[in-house]
């Protein structure tokens, strides 16, 4: 393969519709997240002095990678957030009232996150692939 054709794939800039709506449903759902695990455990329904709210932290280091179509931040993010998906079920199991309620959001938001990210990531990597075999095309077509 020809430099220019290597390129080429590399430089591919414009993201498709569905890649910019499943980046800003991966965006949306994370910040949907970040603000549930904050109200939650700072307002809503509180476990000791709040303390637990620094949960949120890890959920705000991706913000900027997922803004910026980092495909290795959509990756990592995908395996993160089944730790807050565990705690959800284990907290929509074991609490009460509006704890719970918010603990099974937090697993709803949970899913969503990841199957955005997952989503993401399989356009990402069937457009690369298709690019490949449309270089290798015109390759062959030149020879």
């Not at 913000?63 to 395996?79: A, D, I, N, Q, V």
């Not at 998906?85 to 990841?114: H, K, N, P, Q, Y």
Request: charged share 15%; hydrophobic share 55%.
């Amino acid at each position: 393969m020809s430099t220019s054709s290597a390129e080429s794939v590399a430089l591919r800039t414009q993201p498709s519709a569905r890649e910019v709506f499943s980046r800003n449903l991966a965006l949306v759902s994370l910040l949907a997240l970040i603000v549930l695990c904050l109200a939650w455990e700072l307002w809503l329904a509180p476990t000791g002095r709040g303390t637990l709210a620094i949960k949120a932290l890890p959920l705000v280091l991706p913000l900027l990678g997922l803004w910026r179509y980092r495909m290795y931040t959509f990756r990592w993010l995908s395996l993160l957030v089944w730790l807050y998906f565990t705690e959800g079920l284990v907290r929509a199991a074991s609490d009460s009232g509006l704890s719970a309620a918010l603990a099974a959001g937090e697993v709803v938001l949970s899913v969503l996150v990841f199957s955005a990210c997952a989503w993401h990531v399989r356009l990402r990597l069937s457009a690369a692939k298709q690019a490949r075999a449309e270089q290798a095309r015109s390759s062959a077509d030149a020879t």
